[in-house]
Protein backbone atom coordinates (compact mmCIF):
# COMPACT_ATOMS: atom_id res chain seq x y z
CA UNK A 1 0.00 0.00 0.00
CA UNK A 2 1.59 3.54 -0.76
CA UNK A 3 1.29 7.05 1.72
CA UNK A 4 -1.90 8.45 1.25
CA UNK A 5 -1.78 12.57 1.61
CA UNK A 6 -3.68 13.74 4.19
CA UNK A 7 -5.03 17.42 3.90
CA UNK A 8 -2.52 19.64 4.44
CA UNK A 9 -1.36 22.70 6.75
CA UNK A 10 -1.23 25.72 5.77
CA UNK A 11 1.72 28.04 7.00
CA UNK A 12 0.95 31.76 6.60
CA UNK A 13 3.84 34.24 5.72
CA UNK A 14 5.21 35.75 8.55
CA UNK A 15 5.42 32.58 10.72
CA UNK A 16 8.62 31.31 12.54
CA UNK A 17 7.57 27.80 14.16
CA UNK A 18 5.29 25.35 13.92
CA UNK A 19 4.00 25.91 17.81
CA UNK A 20 2.24 29.38 16.18
CA UNK A 21 -0.21 27.82 13.87
CA UNK A 22 0.06 24.06 15.93
CA UNK A 23 -1.12 22.95 19.51
CA UNK A 24 0.14 19.54 18.84
CA UNK A 25 1.72 17.02 16.01
CA UNK A 26 -0.44 14.92 13.93
CA UNK A 27 -1.49 12.15 14.92
CA UNK A 28 -0.67 8.23 13.32
CA UNK A 29 0.83 9.61 10.41
CA UNK A 30 4.22 11.02 8.53
CA UNK A 31 4.20 14.64 8.98
CA UNK A 32 6.64 16.71 6.73
CA UNK A 33 7.46 19.83 8.27
CA UNK A 34 8.76 21.49 5.63
CA UNK A 35 11.50 22.95 6.51
CA UNK A 36 14.66 22.55 9.31
CA UNK A 37 14.54 24.55 12.52
CA UNK A 38 10.31 24.86 12.22
CA UNK A 39 9.64 23.91 15.96
CA UNK A 40 8.31 20.95 15.52
CA UNK A 41 9.97 18.89 18.36
CA UNK A 42 9.67 22.06 20.43
CA UNK A 43 5.66 21.64 20.32
CA UNK A 44 6.17 18.24 21.94
CA UNK A 45 8.20 19.07 24.44
CA UNK A 46 6.37 22.57 25.53
CA UNK A 47 2.19 20.84 25.07
CA UNK A 48 0.40 19.82 28.02
CA UNK A 49 0.86 15.86 26.90
CA UNK A 50 3.50 12.70 27.59
CA UNK A 51 5.49 12.47 25.02
CA UNK A 52 8.24 10.50 23.63
CA UNK A 53 10.46 11.57 21.56
CA UNK A 54 12.30 9.20 19.81
CA UNK A 55 15.67 10.57 18.20
CA UNK A 56 18.70 9.28 16.27
CA UNK A 57 22.16 10.45 18.09
CA UNK A 58 22.53 11.11 21.41
CA UNK A 59 23.77 15.16 20.66
CA UNK A 60 20.31 15.82 19.45
CA UNK A 61 19.42 14.84 23.46
CA UNK A 62 21.78 16.42 25.25
CA UNK A 63 21.16 19.83 22.82
CA UNK A 64 17.18 19.38 23.82
CA UNK A 65 18.29 18.43 27.82
CA UNK A 66 20.10 21.85 28.32
CA UNK A 67 17.87 24.36 26.67
CA UNK A 68 14.72 22.93 28.85
CA UNK A 69 16.80 22.03 32.29
CA UNK A 70 14.84 20.22 34.57
CA UNK A 71 11.66 19.81 32.21
CA UNK A 72 13.09 16.68 29.94
CA UNK A 73 14.35 13.54 30.34
CA UNK A 74 17.17 12.18 28.42
CA UNK A 75 17.20 8.18 28.26
CA UNK A 76 20.17 6.30 26.42
CA UNK A 77 22.74 3.95 27.40
CA UNK A 78 23.26 2.56 30.52
CA UNK A 79 20.36 5.05 31.79
CA UNK A 80 19.70 4.62 35.61
CA UNK A 81 16.17 2.98 36.26
CA UNK A 82 16.29 5.24 39.53
CA UNK A 83 16.68 8.27 37.84
CA UNK A 84 13.54 7.45 35.29
CA UNK A 85 11.15 6.33 38.38
CA UNK A 86 12.12 10.11 40.18
CA UNK A 87 11.25 11.63 37.03
CA UNK A 88 8.01 9.98 36.12
CA UNK A 89 6.59 10.53 40.05
CA UNK A 90 7.82 14.00 40.02
CA UNK A 91 6.53 15.68 36.61
CA UNK A 92 3.47 16.22 34.78
CA UNK A 93 3.77 16.46 31.65
CA UNK A 94 6.04 13.92 31.26
CA UNK A 95 9.12 14.69 28.54
CA UNK A 96 11.21 11.62 27.65
CA UNK A 97 13.47 12.15 25.00
CA UNK A 98 15.39 8.61 23.73
CA UNK A 99 17.07 7.18 21.55
CA UNK A 100 16.10 4.80 19.06
CA UNK A 101 18.12 2.43 20.22
CA UNK A 102 16.42 2.46 23.78
CA UNK A 103 12.96 2.54 23.26
CA UNK A 104 12.67 -1.05 23.66
CA UNK A 105 13.95 -0.71 26.95
CA UNK A 106 12.00 2.50 27.99
CA UNK A 107 8.77 1.27 26.96
CA UNK A 108 9.48 -1.95 29.59
CA UNK A 109 9.47 1.11 32.48
CA UNK A 110 6.15 3.02 31.12
CA UNK A 111 2.77 2.61 30.30
CA UNK A 112 3.52 3.64 26.33
CA UNK A 113 -0.26 3.64 26.35
CA UNK A 114 -0.23 7.05 28.49
CA UNK A 115 2.01 8.88 26.04
CA UNK A 116 2.05 9.99 22.39
CA UNK A 117 5.00 9.36 20.47
CA UNK A 118 6.98 11.24 18.32
CA UNK A 119 9.94 9.75 15.79
CA UNK A 120 12.36 12.65 15.47
CA UNK A 121 14.04 13.14 11.95
CA UNK A 122 12.25 9.72 10.55
CA UNK A 123 13.95 9.47 7.25
CA UNK A 124 16.98 8.21 9.41
CA UNK A 125 15.69 5.18 9.83
CA UNK A 126 15.70 4.48 5.94
CA UNK A 127 19.00 5.95 5.43
CA UNK A 128 20.63 4.63 8.51
CA UNK A 129 18.66 0.95 8.28
CA UNK A 130 21.96 -0.82 6.42
CA UNK A 131 24.30 0.09 9.51
CA UNK A 132 21.73 0.18 12.51
CA UNK A 133 19.35 -2.78 11.46
CA UNK A 134 18.46 -3.50 15.10
CA UNK A 135 17.93 0.25 16.15
CA UNK A 136 15.36 0.68 13.47
CA UNK A 137 13.86 -2.48 14.06
CA UNK A 138 13.74 -1.46 17.61
CA UNK A 139 11.13 1.76 16.60
CA UNK A 140 9.07 -0.31 13.81
CA UNK A 141 8.15 -2.78 15.97
CA UNK A 142 7.13 -0.87 19.08
CA UNK A 143 5.23 2.40 17.85
CA UNK A 144 1.89 1.07 17.68
CA UNK A 145 2.18 0.62 21.66
CA UNK A 146 1.79 4.50 21.83
CA UNK A 147 -1.59 5.85 22.21
CA UNK A 148 -0.70 8.69 19.25
CA UNK A 149 2.21 8.83 16.76
CA UNK A 150 3.98 10.61 14.01
CA UNK A 151 6.95 10.01 11.97
CA UNK A 152 8.27 13.84 11.75
CA UNK A 153 11.17 14.99 9.22
CA UNK A 154 12.14 18.15 7.50
CA UNK A 155 12.56 16.32 4.10
CA UNK A 156 10.70 13.60 2.93
CA UNK A 157 11.81 10.26 1.36
CA UNK A 158 10.73 9.31 -2.37
CA UNK A 159 7.50 6.65 -1.92
CA UNK A 160 9.86 3.93 -3.50
CA UNK A 161 12.22 4.79 -0.43
CA UNK A 162 10.01 4.62 2.44
CA UNK A 163 9.97 1.14 4.65
CA UNK A 164 7.89 -1.50 4.03
CA UNK A 165 6.31 -1.01 7.94
CA UNK A 166 5.21 2.53 7.38
CA UNK A 167 3.97 2.22 4.01
CA UNK A 168 0.61 2.45 4.97
CA UNK A 169 0.90 5.66 7.09
CA UNK A 170 -0.90 8.49 5.41
CA UNK A 171 1.74 11.83 4.84
CA UNK A 172 0.71 15.26 6.51
CA UNK A 173 2.43 18.04 4.72
CA UNK A 174 3.51 21.82 6.37
CA UNK A 175 2.83 23.87 3.65
CA UNK A 176 5.04 27.22 4.20
CA UNK A 177 4.87 30.48 2.25
CA UNK A 178 8.07 31.71 3.19
CA UNK A 179 10.58 28.83 2.68
CA UNK A 180 14.09 30.55 1.81
CA UNK A 181 16.16 29.78 -1.22
CA UNK A 182 19.71 28.44 -0.30
CA UNK A 183 22.35 28.00 -3.05
CA UNK A 184 24.52 24.65 -3.59
CA UNK A 185 28.03 25.52 -5.18
CA UNK A 186 29.13 21.86 -5.94
CA UNK A 187 32.75 20.87 -6.92
CA UNK A 188 33.32 17.11 -7.88
CA UNK A 189 37.23 15.55 -7.30
CA UNK A 190 37.13 12.12 -8.96
CA UNK A 191 40.36 11.00 -7.19
CA UNK A 192 38.57 12.24 -3.60
CA UNK A 193 38.13 15.40 -1.20
CA UNK A 194 41.09 15.01 1.38
CA UNK A 195 43.77 17.85 -0.42
CA UNK A 196 41.09 19.98 -1.44
CA UNK A 197 39.48 20.07 2.17
CA UNK A 198 43.10 20.27 4.00
CA UNK A 199 43.92 22.93 1.52
CA UNK A 200 40.20 24.73 2.86
CA UNK A 201 41.25 24.75 6.52
CA UNK A 202 44.62 25.60 6.09
CA UNK A 203 43.43 28.99 4.38
CA UNK A 204 40.60 29.47 6.89
CA UNK A 205 43.55 29.20 9.71
CA UNK A 206 45.66 31.96 8.13
CA UNK A 207 42.42 34.16 7.64
CA UNK A 208 42.97 34.05 3.90
CA UNK A 209 38.89 33.20 4.50
CA UNK A 210 36.56 34.67 6.34
CA UNK A 211 34.34 33.12 8.74
CA UNK A 212 34.02 30.15 10.69
CA UNK A 213 34.34 26.52 8.12
CA UNK A 214 31.53 23.94 9.16
CA UNK A 215 32.80 21.12 7.60
CA UNK A 216 29.89 18.27 7.53
CA UNK A 217 31.38 14.71 6.81
CA UNK A 218 29.65 11.08 7.76
CA UNK A 219 33.24 9.89 8.13
CA UNK A 220 35.29 9.87 11.97
CA UNK A 221 38.17 8.27 9.63
CA UNK A 222 37.96 11.21 7.54
CA UNK A 223 38.02 13.89 10.13
CA UNK A 224 41.06 12.28 12.09
CA UNK A 225 42.84 12.36 8.70
CA UNK A 226 42.13 15.74 8.55
CA UNK A 227 43.01 16.35 12.30
CA UNK A 228 46.69 14.49 11.17
CA UNK A 229 46.81 16.42 8.15
CA UNK A 230 46.52 19.95 9.56
CA UNK A 231 48.34 19.76 12.88
CA UNK A 232 44.44 20.79 14.25
CA UNK A 233 44.48 20.86 17.83
CA UNK A 234 41.48 22.34 20.41
CA UNK A 235 42.64 26.02 20.46
CA UNK A 236 41.32 26.42 16.48
CA UNK A 237 39.46 23.16 15.99
CA UNK A 238 35.93 21.37 17.22
CA UNK A 239 35.45 18.01 16.26
CA UNK A 240 31.77 16.63 17.41
CA UNK A 241 30.69 12.70 16.40
CA UNK A 242 29.07 9.91 18.23
CA UNK A 243 29.33 8.60 21.67
CA UNK A 244 29.35 5.27 20.39
CA UNK A 245 32.30 5.71 18.08
CA UNK A 246 35.35 5.12 20.11
CA UNK A 247 37.70 6.42 17.44
CA UNK A 248 40.93 8.60 18.71
CA UNK A 249 40.49 11.18 15.97
CA UNK A 250 43.55 13.58 18.31
CA UNK A 251 40.92 15.69 19.53
CA UNK A 252 38.53 15.83 22.72
CA UNK A 253 34.92 15.29 21.36
CA UNK A 254 33.16 18.46 21.62
CA UNK A 255 29.26 19.15 21.74
CA UNK A 256 26.97 21.60 19.73
CA UNK A 257 26.83 23.57 22.85
CA UNK A 258 30.76 24.34 23.22
CA UNK A 259 32.01 27.68 21.75
CA UNK A 260 32.45 27.74 17.55
CA UNK A 261 36.28 26.94 16.67
CA UNK A 262 37.62 28.84 13.41
CA UNK A 263 37.44 24.84 12.38
CA UNK A 264 33.98 22.69 13.06
CA UNK A 265 34.34 19.18 11.64
CA UNK A 266 31.13 17.34 12.15
CA UNK A 267 29.20 14.10 11.92
CA UNK A 268 25.86 12.62 11.09
CA UNK A 269 25.09 12.75 14.77
CA UNK A 270 24.96 16.63 14.33
CA UNK A 271 23.45 16.47 10.80
CA UNK A 272 19.75 15.98 12.33
CA UNK A 273 18.07 17.93 15.06
CA UNK A 274 21.21 19.95 17.01
CA UNK A 275 21.44 23.77 17.05
CA UNK A 276 24.49 25.56 16.35
CA UNK A 277 24.86 28.91 16.66
CA UNK A 278 27.29 31.00 15.15
CA UNK A 279 26.53 34.06 13.04
CA UNK A 280 30.46 33.58 10.72
CA UNK A 281 29.56 29.94 10.19
CA UNK A 282 30.14 28.67 6.33
CA UNK A 283 28.62 25.13 5.77
CA UNK A 284 30.53 22.77 3.82
CA UNK A 285 29.54 19.35 2.73
CA UNK A 286 32.11 16.59 2.12
CA UNK A 287 31.13 13.38 0.75
CA UNK A 288 33.80 11.15 0.47
CA UNK A 289 31.46 8.52 -1.01
CA UNK A 290 34.21 5.96 -1.39
CA UNK A 291 32.12 4.42 1.35
CA UNK A 292 28.69 3.78 0.76
CA UNK A 293 28.09 4.90 3.97
CA UNK A 294 29.35 8.78 3.95
CA UNK A 295 26.76 9.32 0.86
CA UNK A 296 25.48 12.32 1.83
CA UNK A 297 21.74 12.41 -0.21
CA UNK A 298 20.42 15.96 -1.58
CA UNK A 299 16.58 14.93 -0.70
CA UNK A 300 17.57 14.25 2.98
CA UNK A 301 20.89 15.51 4.61
CA UNK A 302 21.07 18.23 2.73
CA UNK A 303 18.06 20.12 3.89
CA UNK A 304 18.70 19.32 7.23
CA UNK A 305 22.38 20.61 7.35
CA UNK A 306 21.17 23.62 5.27
CA UNK A 307 19.15 25.49 8.09
CA UNK A 308 21.79 24.10 11.19
CA UNK A 309 23.60 26.96 11.94
CA UNK A 310 20.55 29.05 13.10
CA UNK A 311 22.07 32.40 13.21
CA UNK A 312 24.85 32.71 10.67
CA UNK A 313 24.79 35.53 8.14
CA UNK A 314 26.08 32.65 5.34
CA UNK A 315 23.09 31.16 5.44
CA UNK A 316 21.94 31.06 1.40
CA UNK A 317 25.22 29.57 0.45
CA UNK A 318 26.59 25.98 1.10
CA UNK A 319 29.43 24.54 -0.71
CA UNK A 320 29.53 20.56 -1.91
CA UNK A 321 32.59 18.34 -2.30
CA UNK A 322 31.93 15.05 -3.36
CA UNK A 323 33.31 12.37 -5.12
CA UNK A 324 31.90 8.91 -7.26
CA UNK A 325 31.37 5.71 -5.86
CA UNK A 326 30.93 1.94 -6.51
CA UNK A 327 28.06 2.46 -8.06
CA UNK A 328 29.13 4.39 -10.82
CA UNK A 329 28.11 2.12 -13.61
CA UNK A 330 27.57 2.66 -17.03
CA UNK A 331 23.50 1.32 -16.66
CA UNK A 332 20.40 3.78 -16.06
CA UNK A 333 18.31 3.34 -12.71
CA UNK A 334 15.73 0.89 -14.53
CA UNK A 335 19.01 -1.38 -15.42
CA UNK A 336 19.65 -1.34 -12.02
CA UNK A 337 16.45 -1.92 -10.49
CA UNK A 338 16.09 -5.01 -12.89
CA UNK A 339 19.44 -6.72 -11.79
CA UNK A 340 18.29 -6.20 -8.25
CA UNK A 341 15.29 -8.10 -9.28
CA UNK A 342 17.95 -11.44 -9.94
CA UNK A 343 19.47 -10.37 -6.25
CA UNK A 344 16.08 -10.62 -4.96
CA UNK A 345 15.16 -14.29 -6.37
CA UNK A 346 18.46 -15.26 -5.10
CA UNK A 347 17.54 -14.25 -2.02
CA UNK A 348 14.24 -15.96 -2.15
CA UNK A 349 16.48 -19.10 -2.48
CA UNK A 350 18.80 -18.73 0.09
CA UNK A 351 16.45 -18.06 2.47
CA UNK A 352 14.21 -21.31 1.77
CA UNK A 353 17.42 -23.18 1.17
CA UNK A 354 19.16 -22.78 4.92
CA UNK A 355 16.10 -22.32 6.89
CA UNK A 356 15.73 -25.93 5.30
CA UNK A 357 18.68 -27.29 6.86
CA UNK A 358 18.50 -28.94 10.48
CA UNK A 359 19.62 -26.96 13.69
CA UNK A 360 23.13 -27.75 13.89
CA UNK A 361 23.43 -26.93 10.17
CA UNK A 362 22.67 -23.63 10.89
CA UNK A 363 24.41 -23.00 13.95
CA UNK A 364 26.97 -23.87 12.01
CA UNK A 365 26.71 -20.72 9.55
CA UNK A 366 27.93 -17.57 10.90
CA UNK A 367 26.64 -15.27 7.74
CA UNK A 368 25.18 -14.82 4.72
CA UNK A 369 26.81 -12.37 2.42
CA UNK A 370 23.53 -9.42 2.50
CA UNK A 371 24.40 -8.46 -1.17
CA UNK A 372 21.60 -10.86 -2.15
CA UNK A 373 18.91 -8.68 0.59
CA UNK A 374 19.45 -11.63 3.37
CA UNK A 375 19.75 -11.21 6.83
CA UNK A 376 19.81 -13.30 9.88
CA UNK A 377 17.81 -13.09 13.10
CA UNK A 378 18.47 -15.34 15.23
CA UNK A 379 19.54 -18.82 13.87
CA UNK A 380 16.83 -18.41 10.64
CA UNK A 381 17.69 -16.01 7.58
CA UNK A 382 14.63 -13.96 6.24
CA UNK A 383 14.74 -12.10 3.02
CA UNK A 384 14.70 -7.80 3.98
CA UNK A 385 13.11 -5.76 0.88
CA UNK A 386 14.39 -2.69 3.33
CA UNK A 387 17.96 -3.76 2.11
CA UNK A 388 16.73 -4.00 -1.76
CA UNK A 389 15.45 -0.48 -0.77
CA UNK A 390 19.07 0.85 0.67
CA UNK A 391 20.67 -0.81 -2.24
CA UNK A 392 18.64 1.05 -4.77
CA UNK A 393 18.74 4.31 -3.15
CA UNK A 394 22.29 4.25 -3.09
CA UNK A 395 22.43 3.78 -6.75
CA UNK A 396 20.37 6.38 -6.93
CA UNK A 397 22.07 9.05 -5.03
CA UNK A 398 25.33 8.35 -6.50
CA UNK A 399 24.30 7.64 -10.24
CA UNK A 400 21.92 10.83 -9.74
CA UNK A 401 23.52 12.96 -7.64
CA UNK A 402 27.35 12.61 -8.37
CA UNK A 403 28.24 11.21 -11.59
CA UNK A 404 27.04 13.56 -14.09
CA UNK A 405 27.22 17.73 -13.70
CA UNK A 406 24.11 18.51 -15.24
CA UNK A 407 22.65 15.43 -13.06
CA UNK A 408 23.66 17.21 -10.02
CA UNK A 409 22.00 20.39 -11.26
CA UNK A 410 19.14 18.62 -12.25
CA UNK A 411 18.73 16.77 -8.61
CA UNK A 412 19.17 19.80 -6.33
CA UNK A 413 16.66 21.96 -8.04
CA UNK A 414 13.96 18.93 -7.87
CA UNK A 415 14.54 19.31 -4.03
CA UNK A 416 14.33 23.21 -3.75
CA UNK A 417 18.12 24.09 -4.11
CA UNK A 418 19.50 26.96 -6.13
CA UNK A 419 22.91 25.68 -8.12
CA UNK A 420 24.63 28.92 -9.27
CA UNK A 421 26.18 29.90 -12.45
CA UNK A 422 29.83 30.19 -12.31
CA UNK A 423 29.54 34.17 -13.29
CA UNK A 424 28.44 34.77 -9.98
CA UNK A 425 29.58 32.11 -7.82
CA UNK A 426 30.98 32.54 -4.47
CA UNK A 427 32.51 29.54 -3.21
CA UNK A 428 36.09 30.61 -4.68
CA UNK A 429 37.67 28.96 -1.73
CA UNK A 430 37.77 25.51 -2.92
CA UNK A 431 40.48 24.61 -5.14
CA UNK A 432 40.42 20.75 -6.21
CA UNK A 433 43.97 19.61 -5.16
CA UNK A 434 42.95 15.92 -5.50
CA UNK A 435 43.12 15.27 -9.11
CA UNK A 436 46.03 17.09 -10.14
CA UNK A 437 48.12 14.49 -9.92
CA UNK A 438 51.58 14.23 -7.09
CA UNK A 439 54.08 15.50 -9.94
CA UNK A 440 54.77 19.10 -12.07
CA UNK A 441 54.15 16.80 -15.40
CA UNK A 442 51.17 14.96 -14.02
CA UNK A 443 49.39 18.51 -12.68
CA UNK A 444 50.31 19.68 -16.19
CA UNK A 445 49.21 16.98 -18.28
CA UNK A 446 45.83 16.59 -16.27
CA UNK A 447 44.90 20.55 -16.26
CA UNK A 448 46.31 20.82 -20.27
CA UNK A 449 42.72 19.04 -21.48
CA UNK A 450 40.32 21.26 -19.60
CA UNK A 451 42.30 24.78 -19.18
CA UNK A 452 39.80 26.98 -21.01
CA UNK A 453 36.95 25.06 -19.94
CA UNK A 454 33.85 27.08 -18.19
CA UNK A 455 32.96 23.92 -16.40
CA UNK A 456 33.35 24.56 -12.51
CA UNK A 457 34.75 21.73 -11.53
CA UNK A 458 37.22 22.22 -14.48
CA UNK A 459 37.54 25.59 -13.50
CA UNK A 460 38.06 24.45 -9.65
CA UNK A 461 41.02 22.00 -10.56
CA UNK A 462 42.80 24.26 -12.64
CA UNK A 463 43.00 26.81 -9.58
CA UNK A 464 44.28 24.21 -7.25
CA UNK A 465 47.12 23.78 -10.26
CA UNK A 466 47.48 27.51 -10.23
CA UNK A 467 48.23 27.13 -6.40
CA UNK A 468 50.37 24.80 -6.13
CA UNK A 469 52.43 25.73 -8.50
CA UNK A 470 52.34 29.48 -8.47
CA UNK A 471 54.73 30.30 -11.52
CA UNK A 472 52.54 28.00 -13.61
CA UNK A 473 50.46 30.34 -14.84
CA UNK A 474 53.03 32.89 -16.37
CA UNK A 475 54.71 29.12 -17.80
CA UNK A 476 51.28 28.45 -19.59
CA UNK A 477 50.88 31.92 -20.91
CA UNK A 478 54.73 32.24 -22.18
CA UNK A 479 55.80 29.42 -23.00
CA UNK A 480 52.21 27.60 -23.87
CA UNK A 481 51.99 23.31 -22.93
CA UNK A 482 53.93 22.92 -25.29
CA UNK A 483 56.86 24.76 -24.66
CA UNK A 484 56.65 23.43 -20.88
CA UNK A 485 56.75 19.91 -22.33
CA UNK A 486 60.01 20.70 -24.37
CA UNK A 487 61.59 21.60 -21.12
CA UNK A 488 60.64 18.02 -20.10
CA UNK A 489 58.99 19.31 -17.17
CA UNK A 490 62.20 20.33 -15.44
CA UNK A 491 60.94 22.85 -12.99
CA UNK A 492 64.50 24.87 -12.69
CA UNK A 493 64.97 24.64 -16.65
CA UNK A 494 61.34 26.07 -16.75
CA UNK A 495 62.39 29.08 -14.45
CA UNK A 496 65.03 29.80 -16.17
CA UNK A 497 62.90 30.07 -19.77
CA UNK A 498 60.81 32.56 -18.10
CA UNK A 499 63.61 34.66 -17.28
CA UNK A 500 64.75 34.82 -20.39
CA UNK A 501 61.62 35.36 -22.22
CA UNK A 502 60.37 37.93 -19.72
CA UNK A 503 60.38 41.60 -20.57
CA UNK A 504 63.56 42.19 -18.17
CA UNK A 505 67.14 44.02 -19.87
CA UNK A 506 69.88 41.58 -20.56
CA UNK A 507 71.52 42.58 -17.58
CA UNK A 508 68.91 41.51 -15.19
CA UNK A 509 67.89 38.75 -16.70
CA UNK A 510 71.67 37.23 -16.16
CA UNK A 511 71.25 38.55 -12.57
CA UNK A 512 68.00 36.15 -11.69
CA UNK A 513 69.61 33.11 -13.97
CA UNK A 514 72.58 33.27 -12.30
CA UNK A 515 70.81 32.97 -9.10
CA UNK A 516 69.49 29.72 -10.07
CA UNK A 517 72.77 27.96 -10.54
CA UNK A 518 73.30 26.87 -6.94
CA UNK A 519 77.23 26.77 -7.44
CA UNK A 520 77.53 30.66 -7.60
CA UNK A 521 77.11 31.54 -3.76
CA UNK A 522 78.68 34.64 -1.91
CA UNK A 523 81.67 33.12 -0.29
CA UNK A 524 81.66 30.40 -1.56
CA UNK A 525 84.64 28.84 -4.58
CA UNK A 526 83.75 28.60 -7.92
CA UNK A 527 86.52 27.85 -10.46
CA UNK A 528 86.94 29.79 -13.29
CA UNK A 529 86.62 27.41 -15.93
CA UNK A 530 82.63 26.60 -14.46
CA UNK A 531 81.72 30.24 -14.15
CA UNK A 532 82.45 30.29 -18.42
CA UNK A 533 80.34 26.97 -19.06
CA UNK A 534 77.29 28.74 -16.27
CA UNK A 535 77.44 31.78 -18.27
CA UNK A 536 77.75 30.58 -22.31
CA UNK A 537 74.51 28.77 -21.36
CA UNK A 538 73.11 31.97 -20.31
CA UNK A 539 74.20 33.58 -23.45
CA UNK A 540 72.90 30.99 -25.22
CA UNK A 541 69.39 31.12 -23.59
CA UNK A 542 68.71 34.78 -24.36
CA UNK A 543 70.39 34.35 -27.72
CA UNK A 544 73.22 37.16 -26.68
CA UNK A 545 75.99 36.79 -29.07
CA UNK A 546 78.96 37.01 -27.08
CA UNK A 547 81.53 34.25 -25.45
CA UNK A 548 81.84 34.20 -21.88
CA UNK A 549 85.29 35.11 -19.53
CA UNK A 550 85.52 34.28 -16.20
CA UNK A 551 85.78 38.24 -15.47
CA UNK A 552 82.32 38.95 -16.92
CA UNK A 553 81.20 37.58 -13.22
CA UNK A 554 82.12 40.97 -12.03
CA UNK A 555 78.92 42.56 -13.45
CA UNK A 556 77.31 41.25 -10.25
CA UNK A 557 79.59 40.60 -7.78
CA UNK A 558 82.63 41.34 -6.53
CA UNK A 559 84.61 39.00 -6.56
CA UNK A 560 88.07 37.99 -4.99
CA UNK A 561 90.68 36.31 -7.07
CA UNK A 562 91.29 32.63 -5.59
CA UNK A 563 92.97 29.54 -6.68
CA UNK A 564 92.46 26.26 -4.74
CA UNK A 565 93.47 22.89 -4.98
CA UNK A 566 90.51 20.25 -6.13
CA UNK A 567 91.18 16.87 -5.97
CA UNK A 568 94.83 17.46 -6.27
CA UNK A 569 94.96 20.04 -8.84
CA UNK A 570 95.52 23.98 -8.22
CA UNK A 571 92.66 25.71 -9.90
CA UNK A 572 92.00 28.87 -10.43
CA UNK A 573 88.69 30.85 -9.85
CA UNK A 574 86.64 33.28 -7.89
CA UNK A 575 84.48 33.99 -4.42
CA UNK A 576 82.07 36.29 -5.00
CA UNK A 577 81.99 38.59 -1.89
CA UNK A 578 78.78 40.37 -2.42
CA UNK A 579 75.90 41.33 -4.31
CA UNK A 580 76.54 44.45 -6.78
Not at 90 to 118: A, F, G, Q, R, W
Not at 299 to 311: D, K, L, V
Not at 518 to 538: D, H, M, Q, T, W
Amino acid sequence: MKNETKSNIQIPSGTHYLGEVLNDLPKNCIFWKGKVGAGGTEISLRNNKNYVIAVPFTAMIDNKVNQHEGRVLGVYGTFDIKEINKYLESHNPKKIMVTYDSLPKLIKLIDPEEYNLLVDEYHLLFTQYSFRRNAVRGVLENYTKFSEYCFMTATLLDPEFVLDELKHLPVVTAEWENVREVTVNSFKCKNGVIKSVADLIIRFLNDEIEGNAYIFVNSVEFIKELVSLCNLDETNTRAIWSKSNKTDVGLSRSTASDEPKKINLLTSCVFEGCDIYDENGKIFIVSDSKKSHTLVDISTSFQQIAGRIRNTKYWNQITHLYTTTRYDVDISYDEFKELSEVGIEKAHRIVSQYNGLDEEARKGIKEVANEYYVDKVEDYFIFDPNLVRIDLFNFKVTKCLYKLRINVQEEYLQYGFKVVPYEYNVANEVRNLDDIGESFEETVKAIEPIYDSTDIADIQMVKGALSKYPFLLEAIEKLGFSGIEKEKYNLTNIKRKLIAVGSDRDKEKIRKLLKSYYEVEVGVFISAKRVKEILNSIYRELNIKKVAKGSDLQEFYELQDKSKRVQGVVTQGYIPIRVK
